[in-house]
């Protein structure tokens, strides 16, 4: 299976958009413009997951498949909006890094997640590999999207992003143990519970979702 | 049902339960009472017999940190017994508090467990989960950076951990063909027919991503955070539990990669990751003014000596490691229920607040005092044994190591004097409360400090057998 061939093509067109929409998280100026985005990349994700289903004649991918698109596409983001009106949050993007030096580093991250994992994946199905080099860009952006933004949301999109390159690296090796990707549904599920838990109490003692104001707090207190 | 999912399942079980309990005193009570059919449960386990069933696995490597962990677990509990009412939580929080505890016990006991990668992953998943929560418990601004910390860096850690594991799979699919799991076992036996680039590729996902958990410099940034907040008895299993399941995780995962002759040499990583963690530690320890932080640091300290016995690798590089994590997780709990007891006392988390304690309430003084020697390396305790195993591994097969380690060694063991005399000698500060510390503070110190002399000056002939193998086990 390789280039020219149709599973082989959607899966990486698939893998391609959302890679995409990691670069559309990083130039975003409204957060929730971000968290539109992030769920349109959690309904690509959705829609890769069946493919590579599909493909694979796996049906267990399905479940994979529809997990993403409950809660990835739909479930979280709608929660994000809500907690983002009710708490009347700031609705700029706070960038520590502006928005052209995190899209150039972006692809510096890319290029480096493509030179490091074609060249050791030789062996592995051509599919497996692409998706590994695609995935590996996406959990690089999504840490560079953690390192870059001060608000705590957006580094918990950016956590949430990171995942979807687990789950589309895991989705596209055959034969992958199911244990994992359920896990993996399940726990972005988990962390954004904690996430909101700590978003609360934020907002409660600080009055702003600015994780600067921590700062003072970290450390050895004097 | 196999007696070591017992270990696991019981724990969660009285999670559940714990979470319906309103009475203080009675869910402190239950608490013990769990964490008690734990440790004996975990005691039955010297007579089953060594084998994987299902994804859980027995063996020499996991049994004594079993053993220890429902130990600590139970000591941990009689102390927070004594002490959580001093915690000033509210009801609502101290039931959390007893869920997360129990939680997190059975997700270590299973991380510990595991046979199956994928259920190792999320065992440790699992038990970062409920150490936030814990950490977070009090709410205050400090609490929650310390928490947020915590959950944003070991949840890059975690990921990047499931990343290697994928990869890891991607590696041995061709030669184990579809659906043939994540066994460690079966992923260690065809390890040597893998692809070793991509086996490099995992082992340094996997070795970052655990490596995160167990507090290795440059990935240490959350430990002395997470262990100054939250109530005390969590540093207790952060320190003793939590490390000790991420760096078994990182060996399960050298023990792999270094299957294969042609992949990375495991151990060279190791060992960097290991002495820069000494290093930095070391001179770290100098400049606390916090009494938990201080010990947090050294238990980054002692988790890169084990990695750096895991690094020399071999029979003997592989005893002294564990070794060290046996009576790391011995002696630092021990401390951290002495500093607990004294922070209560003093209401505040200040080495100089808690000076002079050998005067202000002398049976908690010396047991710390005794303690903290532990701690740093002094004979005759068992962390002494493996530093000395570790230096002489040092000297007969890496002399290049020896200065880093040596340096390491006598700054950290300087500052710890330091500390001790800080806390335990002197004068006590004037206007400081003075007062009585109860048993399920002073129980459990003793306890610990004995199992360590124990490890340390004679290492009972079964338990060297077990360790000796589980140094073969180690690779």
Request: with cysteine; hydrophobic share 60%; aromatic share 6%.
């Given at each position: ?222 | ?58 063996d020499a490597l996991n049994l004594p ?253 592989n005893l002294?490691?564990l ?143 077990m360790l000796g193998e589980a140094a073969g086990v180690a690779?």
């Open positions: 299976m390789g280039f020219g061939q149709l599973p082989y093509d959607v899966a990486h067109l698939l893998g391609g958009g959302i890679l995409l929409l990691s670069f559309m998280l990083l130039y975003q100026r409204r957060v929730a413009a971000v968290v539109s985005v992030l769920a349109a990349q959690g309904g690509l994700l959705a829609l890769a997951a069946a493919w590579q289903g599909f493909v694979q004649g796996a049906p267990q991918l399905y479940l994979t498949a529809l997990i993403a698109a409950v809660a990835k596409a739909v479930c979280i983001p709608l929660a994000l909006r809500w907690t983002i009106r009710r708490l009347a949050l700031a609705r700029g993007v706070d960038a520590a890094l502006g928005i052209g030096p995190s899209l150039m580093a972006g692809v510096a991250l890319v290029a480096l997640a493509i030179m490091v994992a074609l060249p050791v994946t030789t062996a592995a199905q051509a599919l497996a590999r692409e998706d590994l080099a695609v995935a590996l860009s996406i959990v690089l952006l999504g840490m560079l999207m953690m390192i870059t933004r001060r608000n705590a949301i957006l580094q918990v999109v950016g956590l949430m992003s990171l995942e979807n390159g687990l789950v589309l690296a895991a989705v596209g090796v055959a034969g992958m143990p199911l244990v994992v990707e359920l896990s993996t549904a399940a726990l972005v599920m988990v962390l954004l519970v904690v996430a909101g838990v700590f978003v609360f109490q934020m907002r409660e003692r600080l009055d702003s979702l600015d994780i600067a104001l921590l700062h003072p707090h970290r450390g050895e207190r004097e | 049902m196999p007696l070591a999912w017992l270990l696991v399942l019981l724990p969660w079980a009285g999670a559940a339960a714990l979470g319906f309990l309103p009475r203080e005193r009675v869910a402190a009570l239950a608490n013990c009472g769990v964490s008690g059919i734990t440790f004996l449960l975990a005691l039955l386990l010297l007579a089953e017999p060594q084998e994987v069933t299902g994804w859980t696995r027995l940190l079993l053993l220890l962990a429902s130990l600590i677990g139970l000591t941990t509990a009689i102390y927070s017994l004594g002490a959580i009412a001093d915690e000033g939580l509210d009801p609502r929080r101290l039931r959390a508090f007893h869920v997360a505890f129990q939680l997190f016990m059975g997700a270590q006991a299973l991380a510990l467990l595991a046979d199956d990668l994928g259920v190792m992953w999320v065992a440790i998943e699992v038990a970062t989960l409920a150490s936030v929560l814990m950490v977070g418990l009090h709410g205050t601004p400090a609490a929650i950076e310390a928490a947020w910390k915590f959950f944003i860096l070991c949840g890059v850690g975690i990921a990047l951990a499931l990343l290697g594991t994928i990869i890891l799979y991607l590696a041995a699919q061709p030669v184990l063909g579809e659906g043939g799991g994540l066994s460690w076992a079966a992923l260690r036996a065809v390890a040597a027919r893998c692809d070793p680039g991509v086996l490099n590729l995992a082992f340094v996902f996997l070795l970052v991503g655990y490596g995160t958990k167990a507090g290795l410099v440059p990935l240490h940034a959350w430990l002395p955070d997470a262990e100054a907040e939250g109530p005390i008895a969590i540093s207790a299993v952060l320190s003793g539990l939590l490390l000790n399941a991420a760096l078994l995780a990182v060996l399960r995962a050298k023990a792999i990669v270094g299957a294969h002759p042609e992949a990375v040499q495991p151990g060279a990583l190791l060992l960097g990751f290991g002495l820069a963690s000494v290093l930095v530690a070391a001179f770290a320890l100098w400049r606390r003014r916090d009494a938990r932080r201080f010990f947090a640091w050294s238990s980054i300290l002692h988790m890169g000596l084990a990695t750096t016995g895991f690094g020399f690798g071999g029979a003997a590089g002294a490691g070794l060290h994590m046996l009576g790391h997780s011995l002696t630092k709990s021990a401390v951290f229920f002495g500093i607990g007891a004294a922070v209560r006392l003093r209401g505040s988390q200040r080495i100089t607040d808690l000076g002079g304690l050998c005067i202000a309430a002398p049976r908690l003084g010396w047991a710390l005092a005794i303690g903290i020697a532990a701690v740093a390396g002094l004979p005759p305790f068992a962390l002494f044994a493996s530093e000395y195993l570790l230096v002489s591994e040092a000297a007969a097969g890496h002399p290049w190591a020896i200065l880093p380690l040596g340096l390491g060694l006598l700054v950290a063991v300087a500052a710890k004097v330091q500390t001790l005399q800080a806390l335990c000698f002197g004068d006590p500060p004037p206007d400081r409360a003075t007062g009585k510390v109860d048993w399920t503070s002073l129980g459990p110190i003793w306890a610990h400090l004995l199992l360590a002399l124990l490890l340390g000056m004679v290492l009972p002939g079964p338990l060297r057998a690779g």
